[in-house]
């Protein structure tokens, strides 16, 4: 069988690479569409699925006409919202007029025709596959709905796969958030044969939008035991260097959009740079991690023990280094969870309410004197003993595993199941 996977940005790649790499495990082939910067093509997981028989790369202006490539490019940038909201908007808005809904139609059907002519023809069945849309996801919402009404009438499936997971508990976590109530942002996935997720806490989100037939629950590919067995094996080099007997500290931050406290946030970081023999790093989020204000106050610069880890440091290489983490609700310390790395939920610095502390409350920050306290107790006694293990365990069944530990082979049937039901209803037309 073969499956069309789009993948956009650092997220999807990190949360669906496992997922493909069990497919091609499997005696299938695919095709993988990049449909984000170009730049991802030197990615270490693109380059590992590059390298695997019946897998084919390429990033979608390699595949589509000058003129196609342009007009989808531009459609897509039109509507975007960020651009509508910048200091181009007006110039969006007056492109948007001629760009109507007629001609848009016409460059998304025939991009879309170029594209599954590549991967699926003469072939009876196969699934493409997309990650989590929503109504304000930067790729078209309008292209994915023309990619997966023409999938449909070729007799392929149509899936939306996770690209990350719920770090938090709570639902009013962004900015203008007032009201607890279904968020319409989700309600894109509806025109998916299928959309999973990798817990309940995830399909909270989507399900009033959809019915239980739609949306399925299959664990997490990312952090189930084995894609992180596999990726030890991938991982390029660390960049780190060793810190002596100086005790390493990461806090991982959330995207600027999200509420965070973040004149509080800096008090602990100079808090904890006062504390001798520490070494501390900040990772801003892998998207739109330059628009937070803490990355920009110059006076954290100046602190010779702590530092700004930039694009080029995986999350994975922080966290083997550091001795604990503190996090602000990010699903990468999942990772570190399941390893016993010592994790900080530092809920107190943002507006929600941390599915880390929420599973296991001894992790929780609630206030300054709890920072200072966790570091100083640390610091004198060690960091061996953070976890009950009857927490973590809970947390890693329901968040990670699901139903059992083996979770990559449930995605994998899946796929192979959309791909024939949609064939067999064609032939059956």
Not at 124 to 129: A, F, I, R
Request: aromatic share 8%; with cysteine.
């Amino acid at each position: 069988m073969k499956a069309l996977f789009f993948l956009r940005h650092y997220n999807d790649i990190d949360h669906i690479t496992p997922v493909i790499s069990k497919w091609i495990e499997s005696d299938h082939v695919c095709d993988i569409i990049l449909i984000g910067n170009p730049k991802f093509r030197n990615d270490y997981r693109i380059q590992y699925l590059n390298k695997l028989d019946g897998v084919r790369v390429a990033h979608i202006r390699e595949l589509l006409p000058v003129l196609q490539y342009a007009g989808w490019r531009l459609q897509t940038l039109l509507l975007s919202r960020g651009l509508r909201h910048s200091l181009t908007g007006p110039l969006v808005v007056a492109l948007s007029r001629i760009f109507d809904a007629g001609k848009r139609e016409r460059i998304w059907r025939n991009t879309t025709h170029h594209l599954l002519m590549h991967s699926f023809v003469n072939l009876s069945n196969g699934v493409v596959v997309f990650d989590w849309i929503t109504r304000d996801s930067p790729v078209s919402l309008e292209w994915v709905e023309m990619v997966v009404s023409m999938a449909h009438a070729m007799g392929l499936g149509a899936v939306s796969l996770p690209h990350g997971d719920s770090p938090h508990a709570s639902q009013l976590i962004r900015h203008g958030e007032w009201r607890l109530q279904p968020d319409n942002l989700y309600s894109a996935g509806r025109i998916f044969d299928k959309l999973v997720v990798p817990n309940e806490l995830c399909a909270k989100r989507f399900r009033p939008f959809m019915d239980d037939q739609v949306l399925t629950v299959l664990g997490s590919p990312r952090y189930c035991d084995e894609w992180l067995a596999k990726l030890e094996e991938l991982l390029p080099p660390s960049p780190l260097a060793s810190s002596g007997n100086q005790f390493k500290i990461v806090m991982f931050l959330r995207k600027s959009d999200f509420t965070i406290f973040w004149e509080e946030v800096g008090e602990v970081v100079r808090m904890i740079a006062a504390f001798p023999g520490i070494v501390l790093v900040i990772k801003p989020h892998t998207r739109g991690g330059w628009k937070q204000s803490l990355t920009k106050d110059a006076s954290l610069h100046r602190l010779s023990n702590v530092s700004i880890a930039g694009d080029g440091i995986h999350s994975i290489h922080l966290m083997n280094w550091a001795d604990i983490i503190i996090d602000l609700a990010t699903s990468v310390v999942f990772e570190a969870i399941k390893a016993r790395k010592p994790v900080l939920a530092a809920d107190y610095l943002h507006a929600g309410r941390s599915v880390v502390a929420e599973f296991m409350p001894e992790t929780e920050l609630r206030c300054r004197d709890d920072v200072y306290q966790r570091i100083n107790e640390f610091l004198s006694n060690g960091c061996d003993s953070l976890y009950r293990e009857k927490h973590r365990q809970r947390f890693i069944k329901e968040i990670i595993d699901g139903s059992d530990a083996d979770v990559l082979p449930r995605y994998v049937s899946l796929l192979e199941a959309q791909a024939q039901q949609r064939s067999a209803k064609k032939d059956q037309i």
